[in-house]
């Protein structure tokens, strides 16, 4: 390398970083020369690099001691991320559930039938505002009844109605298609073999291939979509495990983040799947693959080095597979915080009495609650027996505790899910009848769709929170109570194998698998004193308030923003870039974006 290009790769390195860093160079470099070290300096290529890497070492320890909450995370930071650090960049979503669904009314009328849905999501909820924030395009399967209807020429529609600031592109999928690659490959394999919740993942051939056609087509989609050779796409979830190895062969230059929303499972437990070495594969076409936690980020990185040829860089985080190296992060997903709901929602006070008036429960009786889809993951059935245990060994909370499990519909052609269903229903009835009397019912079951503002108000209306999962990525239902709760009351159950519960340390965490400690914890939530639920619940709602899901999403487009800068580095350099620690980047960039 000749001098110039060695001071070349300095100012670029320096411009990577950002200016906010140059003092900290400037320093480092002044103390080198005022103490050269010992030995002669090599020359050429290896100086720059190595002097590089000093510089980030001790960058690092500099950067360590800068608090990255202070950062407002907004739309409005998202905007700056992608003005400042992804100039003329195009944000593609892709994702299996679409964030508005069109369906036609019972009435049928084409025009004037027309009813809007915005799902019950927890990946909705969370991606839906980021969308907004980066003007984008997101790619989703068109499964209402009435979405042909409501699409242009091009099977595009401008969301959200009222307010368009974003493009939603379905894509069509026959119904052979979404038994297979929905129901079958994605929903009765992957998704039992990642939650270790002893439900038998099953795998048919028939499914796999309809699942690699219908992540091709998805392919296809994002590469009709895109405006040019370098979009940052968005890859969500278990549906399209193979999807970034497709993107990356037709848009070689592009930026994939996939993000695989739910647990990754030990080495062991994922060799049960045949195609265990293609689903890898196609993941590590992406530029960065996050998870919520770090435990399952290792799980990934343990499978890659056991099943694929690699190389694994524990300390940056980095795996190179097939001349491409892929970033595996944890990014613990969250929810917009919801001051505009809050605001439209009645107080709390008037939210139990809507509630206790809704299901006739006196005003004396204390109310615990459990929302979520209904699914074996989420620990229900688990659940229904701390609430016998509990009344076994303390039957004075008979009559005064009433538990109200709002299950959404969810996979009901399913076996497994008609199981679950029968078998929630029947354990319902019976501590009902073990337990009931003339104008009580312990458990009441609402197999219903909620709207969010309905949701809010069962949290704000209710005593305790049970998050009890066998088995969870994250677990939005956790944050969004908190997130509720503006008069610090309530207690949040969470169970140890949620995300969530290496954030949320105030909740009383459980395990849903002993029910007697589940009762004992649900017997603490009962008499906790007001003073106690403030000074668990005020931290708990700082925690969710800061570490929003624009700071989700702001970290991943942050890393991608270093990708890029490093990938036009090693343009100019001839591949000399030297290697920057993964998260020196961020937190130097997150002090920047919050001036």
Not at 526 to 545: A, S
Request: net charge negative.
């Amino acid at each position: 390398m000749t001098d110039y290009s060695a001071a070349l790769l300095w100012v670029l390195i320096i411009a990577s970083l950002g200016f906010s860093t140059f003092a900290v160079f400037f320093s480092l470099s002044r103390h080198r020369r005022a103490h050269p070290p010992a030995v002669a300096r090599p020359s050429g290529e290896d100086v720059a690099a190595e002097a590089a890497r000093k510089v980030i070492r001790e960058f690092e320890k500099n950067a360590q001691s800068v608090d990255s909450a202070l950062v407002t995370w907004s739309p409005e930071t998202l905007r700056k991320i992608l003005a400042v650090d992804l100039p003329d960049a195009q944000v593609i979503v892709v994702s299996n559930r679409e964030p508005y669904i069109h369906n036609t009314r019972h009435d049928g009328i084409a025009n004037d039938g027309i009813e809007l849905l915005v799902p019950a999501s927890g990946l909705v909820s969370a991606l839906e505002p980021i969308t907004r924030a980066c003007a984008g395009t997101w790619i989703a399967y068109g499964g209402g009844t009435a979405d042909r209807l409501t699409v242009d020429k091009d099977d595009r529609v401008q969301v959200p109605p009222g307010n368009p600031s974003y493009t939603l592109r379905r894509v069509w999928l026959t119904e052979d298609e979404y038994q297979g690659y929905y129901l079958g490959f994605a929903n009765e394999g992957l998704w039992p073999l990642c939650h270790i919740a002893f439900t038998r993942p099953v795998f048919r051939l028939s499914d796999w291939e309809a699942y690699e056609a219908v992540n091709r087509k998805f392919a296809d989609t994002v590469v009709a979509e895109a405006r040019n050779e370098r979009p940052i796409v968005l890859v969500q979830d278990y549906h399209f495990a193979l999807l970034p190895r497709m993107i990356r062969e037709r848009l070689p230059e592009a930026i994939i983040i996939t993000f695989w929303h739910i647990p990754w499972p030990n080495s062991e437990v994922y060799s049960i799947c045949p195609w265990r070495e293609r689903i890898l594969e196609g993941l590590l076409g992406s530029s960065i693959i996050g998870f919520h936690t770090q435990f399952h980020a290792n799980n990934f990185t343990e499978s890659v080095d056991r099943f694929l040829e690699s190389r694994i860089e524990r300390a940056d985080a980095a795996i190179s597979y097939g001349g491409q190296t892929t970033l595996v992060h944890a990014y613990p997903i969250s929810i917009e915080w919801p001051a505009e709901l809050l605001a439209k929602l009645p107080d709390v006070e008037d939210c139990r009495a809507r509630l206790r008036e809704r299901f006739a429960l006196k005003p004396d009786v204390k109310l615990a609650v459990g929302v979520e889809r209904l699914d074996y993951t989420k620990g229900i059935l688990d659940r229904f027996q701390a609430l016998d245990e509990l009344f076994k060994r303390h039957p004075e909370w008979i009559g005064k505790l009433v538990f109200l499990q709002i299950a959404a519909p969810s996979r009901g052609t399913l076996p497994a899910y008609q199981l679950l269903h029968d078998e929630c229903h029947r354990y319902a009835e019976e501590l009902n009848e073990r337990y009931g009397s003339e104008g009580y019912r312990p458990v009441i079951m609402v197999a219903e769709h909620h709207s969010q503002e309905q949701v809010y108000e069962i949290y704000r209306g209710a005593d305790i929170c049970m998050v009890t999962s066998l088995h969870d990525g994250m677990n939005l239902v956790a944050k969004e109570f908190v997130a509720a709760r503006d008069d610090e009351q309530g207690v949040l159950m969470l169970s140890t194998f949620a995300g969530a519960s290496r954030e949320l340390l105030e909740a009383l965490i459980v395990n849903p698998y002993d029910a007697a400690m589940m009762s004992e914890a649900l017997l603490q939530a009962l008499t906790m004193t007001p003073d106690e639920q403030r000074e668990r619940m005020r931290p708990m709602r700082e925690i969710v308030r800061n570490n929003n899901v624009y700071r989700w999403a702001g970290s991943m487009l942050l890393d991608a923003a270093r990708l890029r800068k490093r990938g036009d580095l090693e343009k100019v350099t001839g591949g000399a870039a030297p290697p920057v620690h993964d998260n020196v980047i961020s937190i130097a960039e997150r002090k920047r974006v919050a001036r």
